[in-house]
């Protein structure tokens, strides 16, 4: 996501002063996830290639929830055997290809830009669902899929003379899909195995992967030493790379996972769409770059088209609990 919120179960009782705190927390867990663009393309414009940027944020980020992941699993393997699929299946494609995608995406279009493709996700859920199920959406989550579709248009801008980069725009499409595939995965409320280990595993996994692709040459892999330019100064090239693995990754897993347990996981994932507002203002601090007027109009009417599909799908189960 650039990132996305762990699914783990709500917890009980009527809404209280946790669930407020966790509404701060959510909101903080967003904006951390919104610097990891900003981060990222620091680092890709300094020489670094999307996939050495992805497979050491993951692998360090990995390295640092190990022993977390160690305590919370106090030796009980079997939860790692039974679950070993949902693992490699969250690593490679709801972690490493979801990260990949989108930082490619960063390499050739605006932070801004490259996340609101991403986020376009949830509509593609809907569309799946309506698909598979043949149940007609609400007509909430049908007006929202016809803003954010407009929205899309809009942030393409593909009536204006200026043309966005295809190939961003495909891996920007492609970080929506994997969006879709992580989403599902967390959306399973599995009682075996905590989240802080599917995240821990699925890093390792997503992180090692790159690094295998790297090797067989099927992944081009290139670092770089030289400084970046980060928020209008020049600095050495860990700063940016510490702050990716450290506050976009590991600290937006942690408070991610903090906000579901208080607000569980429709809710805590709703307050999570403020990634997208929170990426562009950091963009815009940090790399000076703001996307064109009628792109903010089609991003604002993308964000509210997944609101109003969000809000369906929260009034749903409580209108078939008083039918």
Not at 59 to 64: E, I, K, R, T
Not at 141 to 152: F, I, R
Not at 183 to 194: C, D, G, K, Q, Y
Request: charged share 10%.
């Amino acid at each position: 996501m650039g990132g996305g919120t762990v699914s783990v179960k709500p917890a009980s009782g009527v809404i209280n002063s946790s669930a407020v705190s966790g509404v701060g927390i959510a909101l903080f867990s967003s904006a951390v996830f919104g610097l990891s663009g900003s981060f990222a393309k620091s680092l890709l414009e300094a020489g670094w290639t999307p996939g050495a940027a992805v497979a050491v944020r993951m692998l360090g980020a990995a390295l640092v929830l190990t022993v977390p992941a160690l305590i919370v699993l106090h030796g009980r393997w079997s939860q790692v055997r039974q679950n070993w699929k949902t693992i490699v299946l969250f690593g490679l494609i709801g972690v490493a290809g979801c990260q990949l995608a989108y930082f490619n995406a960063v390499s050739t279009l605006s932070v801004g830009v490259a996340l609101l493709l991403e986020f376009l996700a949830p509509v593609l859920i809907v569309l799946w669902l309506w698909l598979t199920s043949r149940r007609r959406p609400g007509s909430a989550t049908m007006a929202g899929t016809v803003l954010a579709v407009a929205g899309l248009v809009l942030v393409l801008d593909v009536f204006g003379d200026v043309r966005l980069d295809l190939g961003g725009v495909l891996w920007g499409l492609a970080a929506a899909v994997c969006l879709v595939i992580y989403f599902f995965i967390t959306a399973r409320h599995n009682e075996s195995l905590p989240p802080l280990v599917l995240a821990a595993g699925g890093l390792l996994v997503g992180g090692a992967s790159m690094v295998v692709l790297g090797a067989a040459r099927i992944l081009p892999m290139a670092v770089s030493t030289a400084d970046v330019s980060l928020a209008g100064w020049r600095t050495s090239w860990w700063v940016p790379l510490a702050a990716l693995v450290l506050l976009s990754t590991v600290i937006s897993y942690i408070t991610g996972i903090m906000a579901a347990r208080a607000l569980g996981t429709k809710v805590a994932s709703f307050v999570s769409l403020t990634e997208v507002l929170f990426a562009v203002l950091w963009a815009w601090l940090l790399l000076g770059e703001l996307p064109a007027a009628i792109q903010l109009i089609g991003g604002a009417l993308i964000v509210l088209g997944v609101v109003l599909v969000r809000l369906d799908e929260l009034r749903g189960p409580r209108l078939r609990a008083h039918g």
